[in-house]
Each structure stands twice: as structure tokens, then as C-alpha cells.
């Protein structure tokens, strides 16, 4: 049996255009990114699922994102905003799993704990189920750097 994968990437119009073939699949995307908005569109072939993300920059410290998948009538979103460096917002929707949530970065989120001995990141997340709201869960997860 031959099995051939591979990937293909061109620019094209101000974006990036990829091929990606692995196991019989052929996937088409095109990617625009310009410093405020992320336009993506993609379609798998031969099962004919197309799907687009979309992601607008209000300003330097609010961000949301969008993806749709055509095929299923899938959706999420999430909304970012950024306090300073040390702390995050997020709040979001997956239509998949039916659940909306928030959650607060306390820290430097994107930095790595490991550049720093003493730094931490702290996260509160809120999930509430649309079906059930009484079954909402808060969590609270800790990442901490300690060098002996």
C-alpha cells in the first residue's frame, strides 16, 4: 500500500494558502492576518466540511474569536481582555458541549513560568452548562516555580 502525505503553501492575496493531504484527506485553508483581523476559512475534501475561523482586534488589550463549522452548525466564541501584563479575562461559548464560561489569569499568562524562580500563575475558571445552571463549576488552578 502507498501512502503519500504532504503539505503545500503559497501566498496568495495579502494570505497564506495551504494543502494538506494525510490519510485520503485533502484540507484547503487560506489564512489573511493583518495586525487587527484573522480571516480563515478551510474546507476538507472529500467529506466536503468547511469551516471558518474569525478573529477581530478591538485594541491592544481586547481580542475576540469566532469559529463556525459549517457541517455540524458548530460554534464557539471568546472574548479577551487584558489588564496590564499581569492579569486576563476570558469569557467564551462552545455550542459542541453547550457550556459558557469565564475565566481570570492572574499572572503573566502567556509568559513561561520557568523564566523567573519565583513567579506564579493563578487561574479562576467559572463553567456553566446551558442545560443544567445548577450544575456550574468553579476552578481554581495554581502554576508555581520553585528553584531550591
Do not use: H
Not at 504532504?6 to 494543502?19: E, W
Not at 474546507?43 to 477581530?56: E, G, M, V
Amino acid at each position: 500500500m502507498l501512502s503519500v502525505n504532504g503539505i503545500l503553501r503559497r501566498q496568495v492575496m495579502d494570505g497564506v494558502c495551504s494543502a494538506l493531504y494525510t490519510d485520503e484527506e485533502l484540507r484547503l485553508r487560506y489564512a489573511y492576518k493583518d495586525d487587527a483581523l484573522s480571516f480563515i476559512p478551510t474546507i476538507s475534501l472529500p467529506s466536503n466540511a468547511a469551516s471558518f475561523a474569525f478573529k477581530r482586534r478591538f485594541s491592544p488589550s481586547d481580542k475576540l474569536s469566532y469559529w463556525y463549522k459549517f457541517d455540524s452548525n458548530m460554534w464557539s466564541a471568546v472574548y479577551k481582555r487584558t489588564y496590564g501584563k499581569d492579569y486576563k479575562f476570558k469569557a467564551g461559548y462552545d455550542s459542541e458541549v453547550r457550556l459558557g464560561w469565564a475565566s481570570l489569569w492572574v499572572g503573566d499568562e502567556g509568559g513561561k513560568v520557568k523564566t523567573t524562580p519565583m513567579k506564579m500563575k493563578v487561574q479562576f475558571m467559572l463553567q456553566v452548562p446551558q442545560d443544567d445552571i445548577k450544575t456550574s463549576v468553579l476552578m481554581f488552578r495554581v502554576k508555581k516555580r520553585w528553584d531550591i
